[in-house]
Each structure stands twice: as C-alpha cells, then as structure tokens.
T-cell receptor, first 111, second 118 residues
Framework: EIVLTQSPLFLPVTPGEPASISCRSS???????????LNWYLQKPGQSPQLLIY???SRASGVPDRFSGSGSGTDFTLKISRVEAEDIGIYYC????????FGPGTKMDIK | DVPLVESGGGLVQRGGSLRLSCSAS????????MHWVRQAPGKGLVWVSR????????DYADSVKGRFTISRDNAKNTLYLELSSLRVEDTAVYFC???????????WGQGTTVAVFS
C-alpha cells in the first residue's frame, strides 16, 4: 500500500497571504505515461470533499486559479496564492496509482 | 438535481448487515466508475471499494475484503454496497463518488452514516 504523509498537519493562515501544503508518497506516483497520479481535495466544514487538483497539477472544473498543484514522483505541493476565508477546511492528497489511499489531512484555519 | 444521493445507513449491531444505496442523476451513470469512501467520526478519508462502469471489475480495501460487496444497476442508475459481519470500526460516514477514469474522483455524494454498536 502506498502511504502518503502531509505537512503541516495544522496550518493557521492569514487571509490574503499565500499558503502551501506538502504531500510525500512512499513510492513514486509518476507513471510511464508521464502523469503523476496525485489529487488534492478540500473538505470544508460539514461538507463532502471537493476535487481541487488531479494528475498532480491539473485544476478541476470551477476551481479558482489561486489554487495550484506541483511536484512529481514522490513530492507534491498544493499552493494557494492568496488565501480567502472560504478556503478553510481540511486538505487531503490522494494517490490513484495503485489501490487508492489518502493522506492524513491538513487542517487549515484562520489565524 | 444533486448528482449522487446515498441512503441506507443506520444503527446496526456488531456482526450485522446493511445495504447502502447511491442514486445517481444528471449524468451518464453507466459511463463512470463508482467508488465508496468512508470517514470515521473526526477522522480522515479512507477508500473502501470501486466498481468499473459496466460492473465487470471490482476492488476492495483489505479492511473490508470478504465482508463488503459493491455492485451496480445501470438500468436504475444506482450503486450499492452490501456490508456484512460489521465491526465497531466500520462506523463512519460512507460517501459514494464517481470517476470517469479510475483516478479522477470528482463528484461526491453527501454521505450516509453507519453506526455499529457492540
């Protein structure tokens, strides 16, 4: 089973400031087709998760362009260029190269 | 229309059984893989099972293999999860999720709650 670790686990943020979350995989998520099978999700309080980024860096439909994903192989980063109050919640990375697994989550809250 | 609506959750004794349903609308259900993902109270997301668009392929997490069975009825636009030999640690909100390929889990239902007591 591929294990994902995230850091930090808690992230206090200031609206208008940038933020970033790291996701590290126990195995490379880069397939021979050149795609990294790593997604990012945000679960807002009391809601179901929503897809932000898929295949490492592709923004899902309707996701604001302040969200971006980068990385390859075993190290990935989700960046928010300017945090807004509506961005608070728990961010999860998920790998889809093998049987799906999720990271432990990073809880983002306003300072 | 809410694309995915789960039902069938409830309170069940350890060792008991339950069948969850997920009704799909507003998209071509038979074109999509479908998944079940669960979330224990205050915990993170855990993938449970998936089924191919035509039902010919299924996968399970080791923790539920042999106890849970995923199925679908494309004529009824409905996904199912049969839960048996339930354990207290199966207590969770169960989400159904669609993906066009195997990796792009993009639309999630609101979840249905399963509580197993001893």
């Amino acid at each position: 089973e591929i294990v994902l670790t995230q850091s930090p686990l808690f992230l206090p943020v200031t609206p208008g400031e940038p933020a970033s979350i790291s996701c590290r995989s126990s195995q490379s998520l880069l397939q021979s087709n050149g795609y990294n099978y790593l997604n990012w999700y945000l679960q807002k309080p009391g809601q179901s998760p929503q897809l932000l980024i898929y295949l490492g860096s592709s923004r899902a439909s309707g996701v604001p362009d302040r969200f971006s994903g980068s990385g390859s192989g075993t190290d990935f980063t989700l960046k928010i260029s300017r945090v807004e109050a509506e961005d608070i919640g728990i961010y999860y990375c998920m790998q889809a190269l093998q049987i799906l697994t999720f990271g432990p989550g990073t809880k983002m809250d306003i300072k | 229309d809410v694309p995915l609506v789960e039902s069938g959750g409830g309170l069940v004794q350890r060792g008991g059984s339950l069948r969850l349903s997920c009704s799909a609308s507003a998209f071509s259900f038979s074109n999509y893989w479908m998944h079940w993902v669960r979330q224990a109270p205050g915990k993170g997301l855990v993938w449970v099972s998936r089924i191919s668009n035509d039902g010919s392929w299924t996968d399970y997490a080791d923790s539920v293999k042999g106890r849970f069975t995923i199925s679908r009825d494309n004529a009824k636009n409905t996904l199912y999860l049969e839960l048996s030999s339930l354990r207290v640690e199966d207590t969770a909100v169960y989400f159904c999720v669609r993906s066009y390929y195997t990796y792009d889990l993009d639309v999630w239902g609101q979840g249905t709650t399963v509580a197993v007591f001893s």
